[in-house]
């Protein structure tokens, strides 16, 4: 079992940045692939980024690449997601999630069904 917790959302004029953190408990955090997923009102949950737990392979959605990076420190059994350039779009309660599933393919990521836990959420909103 592990617990995760987020940290970090709040409000944010588009342009800005964001670091969102994940604090892992209960299990080696390093035995756990994480994930990055959000969801915005009236819509479907939606992938942003993971990490896979060996290799230090990332995948990440479209619609991010270039300006959100998802990274982890071992020791501190933390993920974070490091959201820049900010955009209203983005205006979404963020989730972090956590597996020991391994895939080889990283695409197999984005499936938020593979995930086994999942953190409460942050608010994270994006003003125009």
């Known amino acids: 079992q592990v617990q995760l917790v987020e940290s970090g959302g709040g409000l944010v004029q588009a342009g800005g940045s964001l670091r969102l953190s994940c604090a892992a408990s209960?299990?080696?955090?390093?035995?756990?692939?994480m994930g990055w997923f959000r969801q915005a009102p009236g819509k479907e949950r939606e992938f942003v980024a993971a990490?896979?737990?060996?290799?230090?392979?990332?995948v990440y959605a479209d619609s991010v690449k270039g300006r959100f990076t998802i990274s982890r420190d071992n020791a501190k059994n933390t993920a974070y997601l490091q959201m820049n350039s900010l955009k209203p779009e983005d205006t979404a309660v963020y989730y972090c999630?956590?597996?020991?599933?391994?895939?080889?393919?990283?695409?197999?990521?984005?499936?938020?069904?593979?995930?086994?836990?999942w953190g409460q959420g942050t608010q994270v909103t994006v003003s125009s």
């Open positions: 990490f896979r737990r060996s290799g230090g392979s990332t």
């Open positions: 999630a956590a597996t020991r599933k391994y895939y080889s393919s990283t695409t197999m990521y984005t499936e938020p069904s593979i995930y086994d836990y």
């Open positions: 209960g299990q080696t955090f390093s035995s756990y692939t």
